[in-house]
């Protein structure tokens, strides 16, 4: 609610309102019941967590690890102090009963994708080229529908970005297997060291009976910088070196680099160049046993990070800076990269300029520097994190597919391309995303692909539910526990190698991380035929999120206007018109919550004389059906 023309703007609650107001669900591209997890968790229910966590996503024991968690940043705890560490909690779980526990074919039981044991094309085969999340998340999907999935996959082994992008001391490479593992196990086809345009075509795979084609190649490719001495020898890609190193592939660099770049893949790219070389973690998933996969490199002496943002302005996580600094990254924020400076073809430096901002008055991407240059950071290797692009050779027997600002033009909802049969999902139709959202483009692709060859569309129904438990109480202390983010080891041993730097919650810290949850799922529900309008429920709300006003006090809109006729049998308007705001003011009150202000007290449950207002459980059930 807010004050509009001094009158309150208010929304009269349906099944959609309750759903927004559990916010970490509502913002996860999944709809992953976080709010579910953390409190099974703090209860010790650690089954029933990973159960919650599963369900919608083939990727949990992943996401535990590595999600940008988009579900923290929407927390509505975030507005006292700081979010519920929704993503360790995930982790705390997963590694009790996920893929990690030793069976992954196991957890595909726990999947609420949609299953159909009578689909009447169980059996028409599938083509998905990529092995990352969206390609892997789509053939999961189909394969439960009983479709013949193959995953044609370019590099040696599957996972895309998971693998090649996402550095080892942050996701363990058995863990990625493991989870692909899980859904191979449902009959999925992958055939690994293929590339598309070379191995086997478009057209081969139509040939070989392929009825639906989906591109989830993703980008694997950096952007080039258009400045002097972008070409020089020592001048890398940072998507390409962390390849390199993530693959145990020799890699040189120099003792001092520059990244450019401000993102978390720019702190990926300067925190993998500063750890000290060493064997790289990934040669068991490689089953390579010779020195050629040993990650010969350097550990650079100076890595500096310069950035066009300011501090505040950087977009990588907080958590990825602090770190990186920690480990000995420098950072030059605010600079624009000039020209990189060489001798006889090599790197010896980056010149910077100031920049005087980033984004315009309409908050448009729109850099402008001062006029003087600025400071000149001396380097022998340049690696450059401004963006990935994705390498379309493989589609030139597709001429007529549209392409859209480097990417592959799909409808957004559909991820239908404009050639029948033909289907993209992941970054290379949506530009680089979290994984989460690369799960979420997977399965609604999947939904497509399941329309088009059944012929069919799929309805959801979404019923909403309350209900009054025998009582309602928080965890003692619930306001004043801190958040404390998983522990991580010591910057000196993080940068000797490429360990794992982040741990796994203790029981005890896990328990009462999850108990910092608000619990927006329970909600204060109204009997207006009870209030005796005593105000008691306002007067004991600590956080002043409730009022009890007239009428008159709020905004006049169509749906509100019906709302009280149906519950006064006035026109308000008319009413108002007639014999003017008074009467209106006379005729009844209502009720008005601000949901950001709510902590899930009781306390005015508690206070009401008449027991008009009770703590009451909201859940929501989606059912679907192929019509």
């Not at 085969?125 to 990529?130: C, D, E, M, S």
């Not at 020592?234 to 520059?258: S, Y």
């Not at 550990?299 to 950035?307: D, M, S």
Request: charged residues 25%; aromatic residues 6%; hydrophobic residues 40%.
């Amino acid at each position: 609610m807010f004050m509009s023309d001094r009158r309150f703007r208010v929304e009269i609650p349906g099944i959609e309102y309750w759903q927004r107001q559990v916010k970490c669900q509502w913002g996860c591209p999944v709809r992953t019941d976080a709010r579910g997890y953390v409190i099974a968790v703090a209860e010790g229910r650690y089954l029933d967590a990973y159960r919650i966590a599963r369900a919608p996503n083939p990727f949990a024991s992943i996401c535990g690890r590595v999600c940008g968690a988009p579900c923290e940043v929407e927390c509505r705890r975030g507005s006292i102090d700081d979010p519920v560490t929704i993503r360790a909690i995930k982790r705390f779980a997963t590694e009790r009963h996920g893929v990690e526990a030793g069976d992954p074919a196991a957890t595909v039981a726990f999947s609420s994708a949609r299953r159909d044991a009578s689909n009447p094309r169980a059996g028409t085969r599938v083509a998905v080229i990529g092995a990352g999340v969206a390609g892997m998340t789509a053939a999961h999907d189909l394969a439960l529908l009983g479709y013949r999935v193959t995953v044609f996959e370019r590099d040696p082994v599957p996972g895309g970005m998971l693998v090649t992008g996402v550095p080892v001391y942050r996701l363990p490479r058995e863990l990625v297997r493991m989870e692909i593992e899980a859904i191979l196990s449902l009959g999925v086809e992958l055939r690994t060291g293929t590339e598309v345009g070379r191995d086997i075509t478009i057209p081969q795979m139509r040939a070989e009976g392929f009825e639906a084609i989906l591109i989830a190649s993703g980008l694997q490719r950096g952007r080039d910088i258009a400045i002097e001495g972008a070409d020089a020898r020592g001048v890398l890609h940072g998507i390409e070196f962390l390849k390199a190193v993530n693959t145990g592939k020799p890699v040189e660099i120099g003792p001092r680099v520059v990244v450019i770049g401000g993102g978390n893949v720019a702190f990926d790219v300067a925190r993998s160049a500063v750890r000290r070389p060493g064997r790289s973690t990934a040669e068991d998933f490689y089953e390579a046993t010779d020195s050629s996969r040993m990650a010969l490199r350097a550990g650079a002496k100076e890595v500096h990070l310069v950035c066009l943002e300011s501090r505040d302005e950087m977009p990588a996580d907080e958590l990825e800076i602090r770190e990186g600094m920690e480990e000995g990254v420098q950072l030059h924020t605010s600079r624009g990269p000039l020209r990189i400076l060489t001798s006889g073809g090599n790197v010896t430096g980056l010149a910077t300029r100031r920049v005087k901002s980033v984004f315009d008055a309409t908050g448009r991407f729109n850099p402008t520097f001062d006029e003087e240059p600025g400071e000149t950071i001396p380097a022998d290797t340049v690696l450059l994190s401004i963006g990935q692009s994705a390498d379309f050779g493989f589609l030139r027997d597709l001429p007529d597919l549209k392409m859209a600002r480097g990417l592959i033009e799909i409808d957004p909802l559909t991820k239908r391309t404009n050639v029948p049969g033909i289907y993209a999902s992941g970054d290379v139709a949506e530009g680089a995303r979290l994984f989460i959202n690369a799960v979420a483009s997977g399965q609604r692709a999947a939904v497509s692909i399941d329309e088009d060859i059944r012929k069919g569309l799929l309805a959801e129904t979404r019923t909403g539910t309350f209900t009054l438990p025998a009582s309602h109480g928080m965890t003692e202390g619930y306001l004043q526990f801190d958040r404390v983010n998983p522990p991580v080891s010591e910057p000196a041993e993080r940068v000797a190698g490429s360990a794992i730097v982040e741990a796994n919650y203790e029981e005890p810290v896990a328990q009462e991380q999850g108990a910092r949850c608000l619990k927006c799922h329970i909600n204060t529900i109204f009997n207006g035929d009870l209030c005796i309008l005593c105000n008691g429920c306002v007067d004991v709300c600590p956080t002043y999120c409730l009022a009890l006003v007239p009428l008159d006090q709020i905004a006049r809109e169509p749906h509100l206007e019906e709302a009280m006729r149906r519950r006064y049998g006035v026109d308000v308007t008319a009413l108002e018109a007639a014999q003017g705001p008074a009467a209106v003011r006379r005729t009844g009150s209502a009720m008005l919550k601000d949901e950001e202000l709510c902590i899930r007290c009781g306390y005015c449950a508690r206070r009401c004389p008449t027991g008009a207002v009770t703590m009451e459980h909201f859940s929501y059930r989606q059912e679907f059906a192929l019509r």
